[in-house]
């Protein structure tokens, strides 16, 4: 069995959630309205993510951009731990609900990654409308309503075999479904109290050091020797 891993970004990769932040500061009271909706799942998180991102004009590119380059702090050990993983040629893949053009040049100093799926942004009309390249597949309980956005469980479905023993990393709503085809789970916040509901395997962490030292152990434990 090779190891692969995916990886959430905001709150994960990142110590808060960019999202929310961005709200936050921008556009608080609407957004909040709809968060509290996603939170409750009312409406799904593909079409509360679209809503929040409409609040925003394209006038307002650059200030976003700039805020969140300024706000965002990446966890701690993000470094070692993706150079632990190139080191050892275990495939490292982002996954997130969070969009391009705040991912992408956060984490390009630490890359190259085996991928990186996430939402898109149009900054062609008024509002900041978003794009979802990685929709539901057929597999996936919300394909009716393509209601994910980005589908993790789509993306690893697609990306892994079943030699891989699949690896996900993640602290809340968007890593729940992704956690259920996991061989095991690096949990924060939220989704520690889902993986027990759920009874999936899994190891608590704080900062990526925590992540590096339970990959060790689980490749040594389980001579599990990486291949190209
Ligand atoms: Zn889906």
């Known amino acids: 069995m090779q190891p692969i891993i995916f990886c959430d ?14 709200m936050t500061e921008f556009v608080p009271e609407e957004s909040e309205k709809i968060a509290k909706a996603m939170m409750e799942q009312t409406i799904s998180f593909k079409d509360g993510l679209s809503a929040m991102f409409r609040l925003l004009s394209t ?6 951009i700039q805020y969140l380059m300024n706000s965002a702090v990446i ?13 050892n040629n275990i495939p490292f893949y982002i996954v997130s609900g ?4 705040f991912i992408k040049p956060l984490v390009e100093k630490y890359g190259p990654f085996s991928g ?4 898109k942004a149009d900054f062609s009309g008024d509002q900041i409308e978003l794009i979802y390249p990685n ?24 990306v892994a075999t079943e030699d891989h023993y699949k690896i996900v990393i993640g602290d809340s709503l968007s890593d729940f479904e992704a956690a259920k085809l996991a061989d095991i789970v690096l949990a ?6 889902r993986c027990e509901e759920l009874h999936v395997p899994y190891k608590p962490f704080t900062t990526f050091h ?5 990959v060790q152990e689980l490749l040594d434990s389980t001579n599990t020797v990486p291949t190209i």
């Open 116 to 119: 990186i799926y996430c939402n």
């Open 9 to 22: 970004f905001d709150g994960t990769i990142t110590e808060t959630d960019n999202i929310f932040s961005l």
């Open 75 to 87: 966890r701690e050990g993000f470094g070692e731990f993706v150079r632990y993983a190139q080191d």
């Open 135 to 158: 929709s539901c597949d057929e597999a996936c309980t919300k394909f009716s309503t393509q209601g994910c956005g980005c589908c993790k469980p789509s993306v690893m479905r697609k």
């Open 188 to 193: 924060r916040d939220h989704l520690i109290q």
């Open 59 to 64: 006038q307002q590119k650059d200030d976003v």
């Open 98 to 101: 969070g969009v391009d053009f």
């Open 210 to 214: 925590d992540c590096l030292h339970i």
